[in-house]
């Protein structure tokens, strides 16, 4: 007799790896970027534009760390509106954010690809290769790491995040010299003053930190996770904010103020910014170690992870291919859905256009964030005695809040280029839904109910996890507050001196 195939996953996820999987998500394409191109139209002004996005994901991530701990799902957006608004809407939701990620995942291939050209130009070597190439074979290369299942990849993030951190902190330590405080002028002086031209600097600097929300998606592989997701979504935007705000800052005490304008169609600011100033050699070298091997890197594992993870939940459901939803023997991974996004991320790549696809990644997660509000409101009224082991601090108020913002943005900063991708995408789904869903009546099976039943049903921890945990969260807390505080700090000497 045939034993039945075990769907679940497997929770392996701690803290650390949390905090490294979220912070990865977001630090990589964005910041190296279209969101350090946007230096070279605000210039020392940047760091407005970033307090203002940290402001813009600060509230939505504690929302998101309610819900993550209340319904630890794989998934996240599309479990939380499956429950509170209904299951067309979370399939609808679900192709947007996979897509975006996936999308996030080939932008960062290609960042990878364009800094990999400039680590061969600083090592002396006469040789570019087509960024289409590196580029898919980075994805096929993470599409293998993601195989292998949560532990192996949760501890190759870890590797690759802290090997950035320390490149990070040699490369300033190394650039100080360089810096010119006349670079930093008035601290308002560089922004647009016309308000959509804002808008969309906004949305590209908002773009630096969206993602933050990733571990809530895989909430199924979390251990702890009423306690680990709402604490890695406290810590990580601030995180997060700590490495674009020092990037930045040396990114505009570098690049002379006569050059800052060949940063904004760049596809490697740093280097093009150190290239003005005349910087070259090692400098050059390390900072693209940092980029590639470190911030680029530590990007793939989330992305291409977080994509799958939806794919897998939505075959679970019954409402894409039941391969999909198949779990590796072995290494406990959704396999299929891996392979078939790293399939779709070297698709992406082959546009070979960054810029498109963040602008279409970054509407397509604007308009599944604000579902995710929704959904959390929703919830509330739908579900009012659900047990939620964290609160988020006015989380009513901060979801309205963010609906009216993000939609706010999502207008404002709409790229007339990137959209019909968008509009295109939707109707595909819309479609699909009516003819694959709505008409047939279709609704999950009694397997999709009996895995989420069971991936609910976790643990308390002992008095001495308890403890642990406590222990742990009180250092991660210290180090990203301090980390945040140093962010602004180096602006205003900046600005000051």
Same mark, same amino acid.
């Not at 990620?101 to 090592?123: H, M, P, R, S």
């Given at each position: 007799m045939c034993m039945k195939e075990d769907k679940s996953l497997v929770r392996e996820l701690g803290l650390p790896e949390c905090v490294t999987i979220t912070g990865g998500a977001v630090i990589g394409v964005g910041l190296f970027t279209v969101g350090s191109s946007q230096v070279g139209i605000a210039g020392s002004s940047i760091i407005v534009a970033s307090i203002i996005s940290l402001l813009l994901v600060l509230w939505p991530s504690m929302i998101y760390g309610e819900l993550g701990a209340t319904l630890p799902l794989a998934g996240g957006t599309y479990a939380y509106a499956k429950r509170a608004i209904n299951w067309p809407v979370a399939i609808f939701c679900s192709w947007h954010? +996979? %897509? /975006?990620?996936?999308?996030?995942?080939?932008?960062? #291939?290609?960042?990878? #690809?364009?800094? %990999?050209?400039? %680590? @061969?130009? /600083? *090592?002396?070597?006469?040789? +570019? @290769?087509?960024?289409? @190439?590196?580029?898919?074979? *980075?994805m096929i290369l993470f599409t293998i790491i993601n195989f292998r299942g949560i532990e192996f990849s949760g501890r190759m993030q870890n590797f690759f995040m802290f090997f950035f951190w320390g490149a990070s902190t040699i490369w300033f330590i190394m650039e100080l010299g360089n810096l010119n405080l006349a670079n930093y002028t008035t601290v308002f002086g560089g922004l647009p003053t016309e308000f959509t031209a804002f808008a969309k600097l906004i949305v590209m600097v908002w773009w630096c930190f969206a993602g933050f929300e990733t571990v809530a998606g895989m909430g199924a592989e979390v251990k702890f996770p009423q306690i680990n997701i709402p604490r890695a979504l406290t810590i990580s935007p601030l995180v997060v904010f700590a490495v674009n705000a020092l990037w930045q800052f040396f990114l505009v005490g570098i690049t002379p103020v006569s050059s800052l304008g060949i940063l904004v169609t760049s596809d490697s600011p740093f280097v093009d910014g150190m290239k003005a100033a005349g910087i070259v050699g090692f400098p050059v070298i390390l900072l693209c170690l940092a980029v590639t091997l470190g911030g680029d890197f530590s990007t793939m594992i989330p992305c291409t992870g977080g994509a799958s993870r939806y794919l897998y939940i939505m075959a679970l459901d019954g409402c894409f291919p039941e391969p999909f939803s198949r779990v590796h023997p072995k290494y406990k991974s959704p396999y299929v859905s891996v392979i078939v996004v790293g399939v779709v991320g070297c698709l992406f790549i082959l546009t070979n256009s960054i810029v498109i696809v963040s602008a279409m990644c970054a509407f397509s997660q604007m308009l599944c964030y604000i579902i995710g509000y929704v959904s959390y409101l929703m919830l509330y009224k739908k579900e009012p005695d659900l047990d939620r082991p964290y609160h988020c601090p006015a989380g009513k108020l901060g979801a309205v809040v963010s609906i009216v913002a993000y939609a706010a943005l999502s207008i404002l900063a709409i790229d007339w280029t990137a959209i019909w991708y968008n509009i295109g995408l939707s109707v595909l789904c819309v479609a699909y839904l009516i003819f694959g869903v709505v008409m047939p009546k279709k609704q999950p099976p009694q397997e999709a109910v009996d895995v989420e039943l069971l991936a609910l049903k976790t643990r308390k921890p002992t008095a001495e996890e308890q403890a642990q945990l406590d222990a742990q969260y009180k250092r991660w807390k210290l180090i990203s507050f301090a980390a945040a505080g140093i962010g602004c700090l180096v602006f205003v000497i900046g600005f000051v001196f």
């Open positions: 954010y +996979t %897509l /975006a990620q996936i999308g996030i995942a080939g932008g960062e #291939a290609l960042a990878f #690809a364009n800094y %990999l050209n400039q %680590l @061969i130009w /600083a *090592l002396g070597i006469n040789v +570019t @290769i087509d960024p289409r @190439i590196s580029a898919c074979a *980075l």
